[in-house]
């Protein structure tokens, strides 16, 4: 059975930084997606990065872009989200999701919240200005 296990959410002022770490139980699938979404309340869940682990390839949001930065350690197998210069709009529930097709690699971070198979629990990060 697949378990996604998040840490690392909190509170953190404008400016400042978190990582967040994804821990997935079950770690065997040579090609498939690891992704971050968030959600924050009233809001539509969003993609927010996403990584094929078949070659590494990194996706990102707009909003994101430049601030964020997704990685991953098989050895650990953990997949992180280095979150740099946030802001109060990043506040929001993050979820670390997994697909096992690998979707993401073709749809990119348009890859959609039905697209990943497993979910953790998330994480509440909160932004304050």
């Known amino acids: 059975q697949v378990r996604l296990v998040e840490s690392g959410g909190g509170s953190v002022q404008a400016g400042g930084a978190l990582r967040l770490s994804c821990g997935v139980s079950?770690?065997?699938?040579?090609?498939?997606?690891v992704g971050w979404f968030r959600q924050a309340p009233g809001k539509e869940r969003e993609g927010v990065a996403a990584?094929?682990?078949?070659?590494?390839?990194?996706y990102y949001a707009d909003s994101v872009k430049g601030r964020f930065t997704i990685s991953q350690d098989n050895a650990k197998n953990t997949v992180y989200l280095q979150m740099n210069s946030l802001k109060p709009e990043d506040t929001a529930m993050y979820y670390c999701?997994?697909?096992?097709?690998?979707?993401?690699?073709?749809?990119?971070?348009?890859?959609?919240?039905?697209?990943?198979?497993?979910w953790g629990q998330g994480s509440q990060v909160t932004v304050s200005s």
């Open positions: 999701a997994l697909d096992t097709l690998g979707r993401c690699k073709y749809e990119g971070i348009r890859s959609t919240r039905a697209d990943y198979n497993y």
């Open positions: 079950v770690y065997t699938y040579s090609r498939r997606c």
């Open positions: 990584i094929y682990i078949g070659d590494g390839s990194t």
